[in-house]
């Protein structure tokens, strides 16, 4: 059974299908699917910052070279857009193409991607090369990376996982109010999408996610 742990924080943001989260270093940004839009949010205030317009939302966000990264369409792309004016900068396919791609976070590592239908988590290069992959246990609907540990969302079983990222051994999992999609780590909470009740929800995590 999953150690259940409380929200520390929630804001309440307009929209019916939450999706993705990521941490620009300023704000909180989640994608929203109905409308096919992704918003900037003040964490603190809870203020909405900035909208720009995404078509055919799906699932999963994150940030790199200073472009919003989102998984868009039908057959998953990974599509890049400048976070201040909306255009596209550019595409690329899902990497395994026809499955379900969920999870998405880049770091300095490269890129990690979390396969809902395959339970697996990738780790590709900006070539698209795959440096690592491997097996998790639950249906990974969002994807956050810290200092040390991968963490993902299960969507239907209301859970976060933790994940050493060395040996890729699952380690704990909390269970969190609502339904958890969008993962994202701030350098101190772990933030996620709660589907159900359309918030993004802080939690902490001690000893664990901490710098």
Known sequence: MPLLVNTVRD????????????WSGDYLWYSEAYSGRICAIDPVSGT????VPCAQVR???T???????QVATAERVLR???PDTGEVAYEF?????????????ATREGLWLGYED??????????????????ISRAVAGLTVTDRYLLYADHAGASLTVVDIVTGRELVSYGVVGNPTGLTWDGELVWYC?????????VALPGLVQR
């Open 118 to 135: 395959l339970r697996r988590v990738d780790l590709r290069d900006r070539d698209g090369t795959l440096l690592r992959t491997f097996a």
């Open 80 to 82: 890049a857009i400048d």
């Open 11 to 22: 804001i309440r943001v307009r929209g019916l299908q939450l999706c993705g989260l990521t």
């Open 48 to 51: 909405a910052a900035h909208t």
């Open 63 to 69: 940030t790199v070279d200073g472009n919003l990264l």
């Open 194 to 202: 709660d589907h159900r009740d359309l918030r993004l929800c802080a």
């Open 93 to 105: 396919a899902n990497p395994r193409p026809g499955k379900k791609l969920c999870g998405l976070e």
């Open 59 to 61: 699932t999963d966000l």
